[in-house]
T-cell receptor, first 120, second 119 residues
Framework: DAGVTQSPTHLIKTRGQQVTLRCSPKSGHDTVSWYQQALGQGPQFIFQYYEEEERQRGNFPDRFSGHQFPNYSSELNVNALLLGDSALYLC???????????????????FGEGSWLTVV | AQKVTQAQTEISVVEKEDVTLDCVYETRDTTYYLFWYKQPPSGELVFLIRRNSFDEQNEISGRYSWNFQKSTSSFNFTITASQVVDSAVYFCALSEAGRYTGANSKLTFGKGITLSVRP
């Protein structure tokens, strides 16, 4: 059973460019959340997608946008990149349909390995 | 608004010492979940424990134990007989939740505690 997969793993962009990051949730999960983790900080919630709609949003500008596809996979888009957008971007998947579905460890929210974005 | 405070930023111990990582949270919700994650240098968040606000029972899992106290809004994590492999950044996180809807994957994280275990 594949867990959460993210791509690309690492990428370097120039200020002003646009970037798209991708996430495939764990099999059976229908909800995807995105987080930004700057160096030395905890992850910060960007937004959450369920049923192809943005359901919740954190304190991030409109330059950050997303999309969820019918197969539950998701994309995070960042426009007009700034140096401060350099961070690890994490995707988390969970299930709204079966919120108490847990694995042996008691986990219900699964994170991918992240995409390291460097803006130069 | 929810908030998680991890006042300790860096902790260094010698192998086999016990170490406690502190976590204090703030929320207006009566139903919520608390988590601890471990993050090695590779970046992946490794799940350690999930606890709901209705269950204040402390838990022990091998060398790990957790002390949840609603009265002080704390959810502390203790590693007994630490090992070099425990070196990582540890995050405490909080999620809002409905009693019948489980943990929401919108998590509020603390700033993390860097634990270094020396041989």
């Amino acid at each position: 059973d594949a867990g959460v997969t993210q791509s690309p793993t690492h990428l370097i962009k120039t200020r002003g460019q646009q970037v798209t990051l991708r996430c495939s949730p764990k099999s059976g999960h229908d909800t995807v959340s995105w987080y930004q983790q700057a160096l030395g900080q905890g992850p910060q919630f960007i937004f959450q997608y369920y049923e192809e709609e943005e359901r919740q949003r954190g304190n991030f500008p409109d330059r950050f946008s997303g999309h969820q596809f019918p197969n539950y996979s998701s994309e995070l888009n960042v426009n007009a990149l700034l140096l401060g957008d350099s961070a690890l971007y994490l995707c988390a998947s969970s299930s709204r349909q079966r919120p108490f579905l847990v694995d042996k460890s008691g986990n219900t929210i699964y994170f991918g390995e992240g995409s390291w974005l460097t803006v130069v | 608004a929810q908030k998680v405070t991890q006042a300790q930023t860096e902790i260094s111990v010698v192998e086999k010492e016990d170490v406690t990582l502190d976590c204090v949270y703030e929320t207006r919700d009566t139903t919520y979940y608390l988590f601890w994650y471990k993050q090695p240098p590779s970046g992946e968040l490794v799940f350690l424990i999930r606890r709901n606000s209705f269950d204040e029972q402390n838990e022990i899992s091998g060398r790990y134990s957790w002390n949840f106290q609603k009265s002080t809004s704390s959810f502390n994590f203790t590693i007994t007989a630490s090992q070099v492999v425990d070196s990582a950044v540890y995050f405490c996180a909080l999620s809002e939740a409905g009693r019948y809807t489980g943990a929401n994957s919108k998590l509020t994280f603390g700033k993390g505690i860097t634990l270094s275990v020396r041989p």
